[in-house]
């Protein structure tokens, strides 16, 4: 079986690609999904909808059309990978962590512990709270196996 992993967070760092080269490394049978990770190109998924001379109407829309992807990405997956980083609040991320619970559907939290407090609802409900890049690709290689 081909495992479709979802990986939702922060763009400013290497972690998914780190989590993918591991996965890759070990051989996993795994099919990894995102987000639109291009901060330019994201911000601007709605113009082709029209301009806005408000910068809240403009992410309104954008964020509905990018959200297109994402539901549509998190309801195909089979485990998502929620990643808060500590240069920016990731109100994306935790909204991916409660659609995916609302869906029954399992996750695993990346984060450093210096962030537990606040992440405590989320984690709760997580399957696993990871640390690293690479015990998300030890916990990807022991639920794949078969």
Not at 97 to 103: I, R
């Amino acid at each position: 079986m081909t495992w479709t992993v979802y990986l939702s967070g922060e763009i400013h760092t290497d972690w998914r690609e780190r989590i993918i080269n591991g996965a890759a490394k070990a051989q996993l049978d795994i099919k990894f999904t995102s987000a639109n990770t291009d901060h330019e190109s994201s911000d601007a998924a709605g113009d082709v909808l029209g301009a806005e001379t408000e910068s809240f109407w403009r992410d309104h829309k954008s964020s509905k059309v990018n959200a297109i992807r994402t539901k549509t990405l998190l309801e195909q997956c089979d485990v998502a990978i929620i990643r808060f980083g500590d240069k920016y609040k990731q109100w994306n991320a935790a909204f991916d962590a409660g659609f995916c619970a609302a869906l029954g559907k399992p996750y695993i939290t990346l984060h450093a512990d210096d962030i537990i407090h606040p992440l405590k609802e989320v984690d709760a409900a997580a399957m696993a709270w990871a640390q690293t890049p690479e015990q998300v690709v030890e916990l990807l290689s022991y639920v794949t196996q078969q």
